[in-house]
């Protein structure tokens, strides 16, 4: 299990890596676990020796709690490939079946995993999708770490959570927020004008056919 050391003073580096979290704690983790799972410390550990003691810690932007959990993760799962769904599977494929379909309580196939996102002490605590900052900030940390695996958990634990909910219920239910008023629904528009601009179905036609009508201006003009 990853852990705080108060110095990396006989800290093999053959088995460890430290990284340092945005609070300052100094969290020891397996190198075989980090290095496979986490795809930013094996791009930046790939030509850092492997003998003796660890000389430095990494320095990364995450607060030690999230750090903790994605390392303890990342342990387990590293000796634990052989568990459905995982079985076969490439570090950064996808583990959730997409498009997400199913709600929280079913969505996670794998004991290890479903305790790990909603059990009494998980991510997402006994599956209330209230009490999520936990989660938001393991997933912050995943996409911080390129750890795939753990972010396509938690990408799919927020579909599945906002699935059958429009906007308001995601406000009041998820974050606990107020409905938006009319002047707030008003501004994200005007802000976001350009997406409607862009995307807007009788724009993407037009747009079409007018590629259509060049492509066979083009061929009789040859």
């Not at 568990?83 to 290890?112: C, H, M, T």
């Not at 997402?124 to 393991?138: C, G, K």
């Not at 974050?175 to 993407?204: C, G, L, V």
């Amino acid at each position: 299990m990853p852990d705080i050391v108060p110095s990396l003073e006989g800290i093999d580096g053959g088995l460890y890596i430290v990284c340092q979290s945005s609070e300052g704690d100094e969290v020891r983790v397996e190198r075989a676990a980090a290095l496979k799972m986490c795809r930013m410390l094996s791009d930046l550990m790939e030509e850092s020796p492997e003998e003796g003691e660890v000389q430095t810690s990494i320095p990364v932007d995450i607060e030690t709690e999230p750090l903790m959990r994605l390392f303890s993760y990342c342990e387990y799962r590293v000796h634990h490939t052989d568990e459905a769904p995982y079985l076969g599977k490439g570090f950064d494929d996808p583990i959730i079946q997409k498009p997400v379909s199913r709600k929280l309580d079913y969505l996670f196939e794998n004991p290890f995993d479903k305790n790990f996102m909603i059990g009494p002490d998980g991510a997402i605590p006994n599956a209330d999708v209230s009490n999520h900052t936990l989660m938001l900030d393991i997933l912050r940390a995943s996409n911080y770490l390129h750890c795939e695996w753990i972010k396509d958990l938690c990408v799919s634990a927020i579909a599945s959570f906002v699935m059958g909910r429009n906007v308001d219920k995601v406000r009041s239910d998820v974050f606990k927020m107020q409905p938006a008023t009319d002047a707030e629904k008003k501004a994200y528009q005007e802000r976001h004008s350009w997406i409607d601009k862009q995307y807007n179905i009788d724009t993407i036609v037009q747009r079409q056919e007018q590629g259509t009508r060049r492509k066979t201006k083009s061929k009789k003009s040859h």
